[in-house]
């Protein structure tokens, strides 16, 4: 179901400080949420970005710890990176998509197939927000997963039934600029069929499938910004209906790139 309510709030949870390795994301939120004064309701989703969540897990990466292989050498003199980085590029990747570098690049590009199934730039491995020189940020090990942990220690906590959907920023074939993308869910479900119901004209809807999990994803990108130090969201008012659903319902199958 979508959000009919014409309300909809998001509020930047302030007051979070960085987070290391080993720390209780769970109880830190819980935290911030009392800091900030929130009283939460059923149906209320936590967005949270990735890299405090990975950063808590430990899937942070010193490249000085990193020998890469042959072929990530070779990787690296082609697109002009670091090799150690095509290396950890490589571990997190199921296949390279397509790599290539523009005389006028300063680096080239290299689009892989992480190994969760996702399609993006460089395996996801992203230096920004690390904190630390010479170190590269991983996708969790397992997003659905840390979505439910937390949400269940929310839940416990406030004594409501909450979504949470962890985010990634990636491009868009076709379209230029970035957005953030649903890599992790709780509850929330990935898609929404409105197969069968009517538009405003009563005309039958015969194959609109909004995905909820990403618009919810992209819209929180407006108060997520890089340096906000802002890494959670919460949504208010938006209608939907709990669902044992995964991030991974949002890749397209193989079978249906009309592309390849």
């Known amino acids: 179901m979508l959000n009919h309510s014409q309300q909809l709030t998001m509020t930047a949870l302030t007051g979070i400080a960085d987070i290391r390795p080993g720390d209780d994301l769970a109880d830190i939120l819980v935290k911030a949420i009392s800091h900030n004064h929130i009283a939460l309701n059923d149906g209320d989703i936590l967005v949270i970005a990735h890299k405090v969540v990975s950063k808590a897990e430990g899937q ?21 990176k670091d090799p150690r980085k095509i290396e950890v590029i490589l571990r997190e990747s199921r296949r390279l998509v397509r790599t290539f570098k523009h005389p006028q690049q300063a680096e080239g590009i290299l689009i892989a197939e992480h190994r969760l199934g996702f399609i993006c730039a460089n395996a996801a491995v992203d230096e920004s927000n690390v904190g630390e020189e010479n170190t590269v940020i991983l996708l969790p090990k397992d997003p659905d997963y840390s979505a439910r942990k937390i949400c269940a220690a929310l839940e416990e906590a406030f004594a409501v039934r909450l979504g949470v959907v962890i985010t990634d920023t990636f491009g868009r074939p076709w379209r230029m600029g970035l957005v953030n993308v649903a890599i992790g869910l709780a509850n929330v479900p990935a898609q929404v069929s409105l197969i069968g119901e009517h538009d405003a004209f009563g005309r039958a809807l015969a194959v609109t499938v909004p995905a909820l999990a990403d618009e919810i994803a992209a819209a929180s990108g407006l108060l997520m910004s890089k340096n906000g130090k802002t890494p959670a969201i919460l949504f208010q008012g938006v209608d939907w209906e709990p669902a044992p659903s995964s991030a991974t319902d949002l890749i397209r199958p193989q079978k249906e790139d009309v592309f390849r």
């Open 60 to 80: 942070v990466v010193s490249l000085g710890t990193i020998e890469p292989r042959e072929e990530a050498r070779e990787l690296a003199a082609q697109l002009n």
